[in-house]
């Protein structure tokens, strides 16, 4: 009995001295060096990280194309095991952006009521970010650049609610054509206008090849 | 003997369990902190030594500060005239120096900044891991910029494309893109000097001027002479890496208490193992010397089962500190200044072997006055006590 109160004291010991030095080494913001922070949020660096393009304004796009939501969730889906039938769809050979689709599912207390994608597209004079909400038909409810390196005057044509607000109602089997379908752009802005819109069409097909049921039924998962 | 011992440890598996598992934690924290020690001090030096600067001048200030944010890509508020890379260049000790200025741009809706550094030709040898990828070339006019390869992946730029600064409104040419370097070079746009001190309204401005002496033991005069310079001070990258040795120096004292007290009770809990174990055994014992076993052997036997736990308990602590070192490396990694890229637990044959002698001597240590005690114990008297 004496023995086993001697182990069990020297267990609370060990233990003891673990829990010190977790208080002496765990981290003390104060001593780090000055510098500046330049880094982005955790959650979009992760999304850099790995590839995906991240969602700047989660709070801010929801309210904005889903008015009466209440919240999102997201989830990976992986395509590559569709890959043959993403390029026949696409029409185009794919690139590392194919590969997988973030969808941020957005809620309406536990209902879904659409969904949130983002992409990044080549544009002219630097990368473009894209957003896209997608109601629960398939179908562009609304789109925003939330990044983009183009001058003004490109920026302008290309954020103008004219030609982002033709991409509404649009579907992953309605035509995308510049010029016809969808708005012409000045020619500067042409070649990024041409990436965006392949970007959105790409997002659409995505969305479809990875859920094949209406968003709603889909279960609710991370 | 040695299966005597043995069995005696067996019999009470749970005990002696918990007692290989003290020692080998402590064994394991001791050997990762003399691992980390080592690995931390060579991998700061071969960084630094790697970087091919030597020196720097930047301007007045906290020269530690200053140095760190040079080193990390990052802006001074201060600047200094362009006249002091000349002031370097005449010196006798100084083989090369090259200007930098560097300029925040932050995109806070996009959360994030682009970091702007001007340079011209003479940083190339203070750069010597740069590789440009395939088809790069060095700047061609002033509106050429050089991008780390993080920043062509996240602007998705190939070489001969067009990068904008909508902030400045300069277009750029990508000239070429820098192969991934571990460093913080990879998220930098690299620009002519002349144009980054056009874009950020610096004309004859610099944040940093970068030297290699032609004989390193020649720093301090250097320094010395270097010191004299209008609105700048010097910091060479060995008081830097003193520094920062320090710093860790102060850590390590603090973790080296924690693992001689892991030791120290680890000890304890193997005298307290051993003294049980003569306690419940003195019958036993008392037989053994009663047909005939001398003191000495007796000595012998505790010993060997104390040795024998400490061996094992060490050899145990080893294999965690192979298996749990990197991700007590990671953890440390965190807290430690201008942490080196390469693995910093560098766990040597010398290492392990001062961990085993550790481990044995807290084993011989916590088990001498056990096995005195046993070996003291008159056959008569532990034969009346059983």
Redesign the interface.
């Known amino acids: 009995m004496r ?1 086993r109160s ?2 069990l004291l ?2 609370v ?2 233990l003891a ?1 673990a829990g ?2 977790w208080a ?2 765990r ?1 003390h913001s104060g001593e ?5 922070d ?1 880094s ?2 955790e959650f ?1 660096q992760k999304d ?1 990280q790995a590839g995906l393009c ?1 969602w ?2 989660p709070e801010g796009d929801r309210k904005r194309f889903f008015p009466a939501s209440s919240g999102y969730e997201d989830e990976l889906a992986a395509l590559s095991s569709q890959r043959p039938e993403l390029q026949r769809r696409l029409g185009r050979p794919l690139t590392g952006e194919d590969n997988a689709v973030r969808i941020h599912r957005i809620l309406a207390g536990q209902t879904p009521v659409g969904a949130i994608v983002t992409r ?8 473009i ?1 894209m957003v896209l909400a997608v109601g629960l038909d398939g179908r562009v409810v609304g789109a925003r650049l ?2 983009l ?4 005057s490109v ?1 302008a044509a290309l954020q103008s609610p004219a030609w982002l607000g033709a991409f509404r109602g649009k579907t992953a089997d309605s035509a995308w054509r510049s010029g016809q379908d969808i708005p012409n752009v000045p020619a500067a802005a042409h070649s990024s206008a041409e990436a965006i819109l392949d970007g959105a069409h790409s997002i659409l097909v995505m969305l479809a090849l990875g859920h094949p049921a209406p968003i709603a039924d889909l279960p609710h998962t991370h | 003997m040695f299966i005597l011992a043995y069995h005696n440890l067996v019999r009470r598996r749970l005990r002696t369990g918990l007692t290989l598992l003290g020692v080998a934690a402590a064994v394991g924290v001791l050997a990762c902190l003399l691992a980390f020690g080592q690995g931390y001090q060579r991998g700061l030096g071969q960084e630094l030594n790697g970087m091919g600067i030597q020196m720097m001048l930047v301007p007045l200030g906290c020269p530690y500060d200053a140095a760190a944010r040079v080193l990390k890509g990052r802006t001074l508020d201060a600047s200094l005239p362009e006249s002091a890379v000349n002031l370097a260049r005449r010196d006798s000790a100084v083989a090369c120096a090259a200007p930098m200025l560097m300029a925040a741009l932050p995109r806070p809706s996009e959360g994030r900044t682009d970091l702007w550094v001007g340079i011209d030709e003479a940083i190339r040898p203070l750069k010597p891991w740069w590789r440009l990828k395939a088809g790069s070339q060095w700047f061609s006019d002033a509106n050429s910029v050089i991008l780390g390869a993080e920043a062509a992946a996240t602007e998705m730029r190939q070489v001969g494309d067009t990068l904008y600064s909508p902030e400045t409104g300069r277009r750029f040419r990508v000239c070429g893109i820098l192969e991934r370097s571990g460093t913080s070079d990879d998220s930098l746009f690299f620009v002519p000097l002349a144009t980054a001190q056009a874009m950020f309204h610096q004309p004859g401005r610099l944040t940093a001027v970068a030297i290699r002496l032609k004989d390193p033991t020649l720093g301090e005069e250097a320094a010395t002479r270097l010191q004299q310079t209008p609105g700048a001070q010097v910091v060479t990258l060995a008081e830097m890496l003193g520094t920062f040795l320090n710093l860790v120096g102060a850590v390590r004292t603090l973790v080296l208490a924690i693992a001689i007290l892991a030791l120290a009770i680890s000890a304890l809990s193997v005298f307290n193992t051993m003294l049980s174990s003569v306690l419940e055994r003195t019958g036993e014992l008392g037989i053994l010397r009663a047909i005939g076993a001398s003191r000495g052997q007796v000595f012998r036997l505790l010993a060997v089962e104390s040795m024998a736990l400490t061996t094992l308990g060490s050899a145990a602590g080893l294999a965690l500190a192979v298996v749990a070192g990197r991700l007590v490396e990671q953890a440390i990694k965190a807290y430690v200044p201008l942490a080196p890229t390469e693995s910093m637990l560098t766990l040597t044959g010398g290492v392990a072997l001062q961990c085993f002698i550790v481990g044995i001597g807290v084993g011989l240590v916590a088990g001498f006055y056990p096995a005195w005690q046993a070996s003291r114990l008159p056959p008569a008297q532990a034969l009346r006590a059983e």
């Open positions: 023995t001697l182990f020297g267990l010991g060990l001295a010190i030095g002496l080494l981290p780090d060096l000055p510098t500046v330049v982005a949020s979009t850099e991240p700047r304004d990044r597209v080549r544009g002219e004079s630097g990368v970010e939330q990044r390196r183009e001058p003004d920026a």
